[in-house]
């Protein structure tokens, strides 16, 4: 199953599930990031570390671990 961290730049995908348990899934949930929410890749920092992405219209940048924990759809 491909992840955020594996979207290219400039793509949307379309989030099919959060991995992860309590804390850190409660947290990317409240960025906004949920299942079925759009997401725009922006920018991939030049060691992956971190993702500028578009959310529900803001910007929000991702840490390449909490990347890993979503799973997407192209």
């Known amino acids: 199953m491909a992840t955020?961290?594996?979207?290219?730049?400039?793509?949307?995908v379309r989030v099919l599930k959060i991995?992860?348990?309590g804390a850190v899934k409660r947290r990317i949930m409240d960025?906004?990031?949920t299942k079925n929410?759009?997401?725009y890749v922006r920018k991939v920092a030049p060691l992956g570390d971190?993702?500028?992405?578009?959310?529900?219209g803001y910007e929000l940048s991702l840490r390449k671990a909490d990347a890993e924990m979503i799973e997407v759809q192209h």
């Open 4 to 12: 955020l961290r594996d979207v290219k730049c400039g793509e949307t």
């Open 19 to 21: 991995r992860g348990e």
């Open 31 to 33: 960025m906004g990031i």
């Open 37 to 39: 929410t759009e997401v």
């Open 50 to 56: 971190p993702v500028e992405v578009t959310v529900r």
